[in-house]
């Protein structure tokens, strides 16, 4: 849970950047926008390793 407190001198629009922030610095967005939708497990295997597979793919090509 991320919690800003506004301290004294805080403008409100540098209480939002920070709130911001920190919900971005946590994965909050990414974490609620994976489980929007129920993924099998079986699915959620098959991603994982076709996203393995991509990755050594560009490391391979990067070096």
Same mark, same amino acid.
């Given at each position: ?21 920190k ?7 990414? %974490?609620?926008? @994976? +489980? ?7 699915? !959620?295997?098959?991603?994982?390793? %076709?996203?393995a @597979? +991509? ?7 990067? !070096?």
């Amino acid at each position: 849970m991320v919690v800003v407190k506004k301290m004294p001198g805080d403008s409100d629009d540098s209480v939002i950047r920070k709130f911001t922030r920190k919900v971005i610095n946590e994965n909050i967005l990414a %974490e609620a926008k @994976r +489980r929007q939708f129920y993924l099998k497990p079986s699915l !959620a295997k098959k991603q994982k390793q %076709e996203e393995a @597979r +991509r990755v050594r793919k560009m490391q391979r090509i990067a !070096a």
